[in-house]
């Protein structure tokens, strides 16, 4: 082969590498999320991908324009408090190397107080009876529910058995260092789960959470690059249990719809920056239900338990305990059993002026007294 076309082949593939590389550099936020909310105090949290460390000389960050933090080297994160009224802001992280702006990138908040005219098609009501003792009631008919919204009965325009309505759902799996036992099992059980729940309508996403949070897949209705993703993780580290729930309801915000959450976690919390009664109130108020795997015996005695069975009941979840990792999979089968079997009822409220205003939501059947409901708190609007 000529030489120059040689040299010349030599130099593209050179170029080309040095192409990609500067393509795939990148700041990845972790925390806040991006067209959220940044309410009281949150972390600041990024990361730099595929940077050369030794090229960096500061990194610096902004809020609306002001300076609000240097960095002469990772981790890069840090706490603000933003205050307690929503309203619109950006953060801005620059990244300085020797030649000057190596990276930049701007996130913004979403300030959902703002008042505008909002048309929600449909609120979504999952809705499980049960009698006096337990039992589900299963044959129930669109006739038999009333639905009120702040104590205004609201007409149902859809019913429909669980199966029958397709859901977005988030897979919590706790990848601490005190998993190192368990996580084969958890792992085993939830894959047996996703093949037997996720249907071609459905999608999942998988988020491992340590004293960070990832968010290793976005939704789809793949299993098999689910259970791809649960074949790498490692657990390490501390827990941060508060934060992953706080960051997978915000994944949810603008997805209309059956939303539904599972945690699997086996220990306290010891390392959120999110409090839990905050997160009791965020999930009272989203727009998805959590379930919740834990151990009911910890060093904290009752405390950590009753956290987290307000967190699940907040939301119109279950929390299921556990003293043997070998129940895990019975667990799995139940939550299974209760996204089946639910009553999806769904109404159109009417386009009104607000202020994102929370509405509470009650579900009665008429002309019986000796049922049990399970349903979510209320939805905004």
Same mark, same amino acid.
């Given at each position: ?85 929503? +309203?619109?802001? /950006? ?11 190596? &990276?930049?990138?701007? =996130? @913004? *908040? ?44 609201? +007409?149902?325009? /859809? ?11 988030? &897979?919590?799996?706790? =990848? @601490? *260092? ?204």
């Amino acid at each position: 082969m000529n030489r120059k076309i040689i040299c010349l082949l030599i130099f593209l593939s050179l170029a080309s590498g040095l192409l990609y590389a500067a393509a795939s550099q990148q700041i990845r936020f972790i925390f806040p999320l991006n067209e959220g909310t940044w309410l009281g105090v949150q972390r600041i949290h990024f990361e730099l991908r595929n940077v050369d460390p030794k090229k960096v000389i500061s990194v610096e960050v902004f809020l609306d324009g002001k300076f609000l933090r240097e960095f002469k080297s990772p981790p890069y994160d840090f706490s603000y408090d933003f205050g307690q009224v929503p +309203k619109k802001s /950006s953060i801005r992280v620059v990244v300085y190397g020797s030649r000057g702006v190596l &990276l930049k990138k701007s =996130i @913004s *908040s979403y300030p959902y107080d703002a008042v505008e005219e909002v048309h929600v098609l449909q609120v979504v009501v999952p809705v499980v009876v049960t009698d006096n003792k337990g039992n589900m009631l299963t044959h129930l008919k669109e006739e038999d529910f009333i639905i009120l919204a702040d104590g205004v009965e609201q +007409k149902i325009n /859809s019913y429909s058995r669980g199966g029958g309505v397709d859901f977005h759902l988030a &897979l919590l799996i706790d =990848i @601490s *260092s005190s998993m190192s036992d368990k996580i084969g099992k958890v792992r085993d059980a939830a894959t047996i789960f996703l093949k037997q729940v996720l249907t071609k309508k459905d999608e999942a996403c998988l988020i491992f959470f340590n004293h960070d949070t990832f968010e290793d897949t976005d939704f789809t209705n793949n299993v098999d690059d689910l259970i791809n993703s649960m074949s790498m993780i490692f657990p390490y580290g501390k827990t941060a249990l508060y934060d992953a729930v706080a960051h997978s309801l915000k994944l949810f915000r603008g997805i209309q719809g059956r939303n539904i959450v599972i945690l699997y976690t086996d220990g306290e919390d010891n390392s959120s920056y999110i409090d839990p009664y905050t997160l009791i109130k965020q999930a009272e108020r989203s727009n998805a239900v959590i379930y919740s795997i834990g151990p009911k015996v910890h060093q904290f005695g009752d405390m950590y338990w009753e956290l987290l069975k307000e967190i699940s009941a907040s939301s119109g979840g279950l929390t299921f305990s556990f003293t043997n990792i070998d129940q895990i999979e019975g667990f799995y089968g139940k939550i299974k059993q209760d996204i089946k079997t639910q009553y999806i009822l769904q109404f159109s409220p009417k386009a009104i002026k607000k202020l994102n205003r929370f509405r509470k939501i009650s579900v009665k059947l008429k002309d019986r007294k000796d049922y049990n409901i399970r349903t979510i708190k209320g939805y905004f609007y």
